[in-house]
């Protein structure tokens, strides 16, 4: 009587996410996975701007970027509360002021929408080369407009040392309308719908997509 032999393939590191040992030290793998041990998952369209395959045709993005590949610019957000306890200086909401400007990066914007606890929805600027100017000038700390669209005159100017953000046509007054300087150290620091020299607290947001 003739014995059968059966021969197994060994592999040192087991195979992963559903792979076989199929050879000596060979992984076989699954067609979302790759790699010596199949541990690379694979995205069947490439991840975009920086972002990384983290799952089977899952991109895990930046945080400048979204979307199922990271193809969207993700919105740049100023949002902050203002009242009584707003202070000079290196105050919170002037901070955020600072650090927002600096994150509106040179890149195609589709609109920028202002809006508040006066305007929960807000008024939006659609003019795709106008939002641009208007992100480079906050950037750069550098005047913009006024440019009218979308029945407003939207502008950036400089205010008590710092640039504001308005849709008045005029920087540095106190007109009624939509007006953030949230750097200007004084209860004149703006308003949503509203009267920009000694408003009621409110919350002002500003949100660049």
Known sequence: MSASIYFHSICSQ?????????????????????????ETPICSLQCLNGGNCTAPNICTCTSSWTG?????????????????????????QCTAWLTFQSQLVSRPYTSMRIKGTNDPTGITLTNSAYVLGLATALRTSTPYGPVFSDGYLWAVGLCGGFYELTTTGS??????????????????????????????SQTMTVIFR
């Open 171 to 200: 920087v540095c007054q106190c007109n009624t309308g939509y007006t953030l300087r949230p750097c200007i150290g004084n209860g004149n620091w703006g308003a949503i719908n509203g009267h920009a020299c000694g408003a009621s």
């Open 14 to 38: 087991q195979c992963s996410n559903g792979g076989s040992c199929t050879g000596p030290n060979f992984c076989t793998c699954t067609s979302s996975w790759t790699g010596f041990q199949c």
């Open 68 to 92: 199922s590949r990271c193809e969207t610019p993700s919105p740049i957000i100023y949002s902050q509360g203002f009242g009584a306890s707003y202070i000079s200086g290196a105050s919170l």
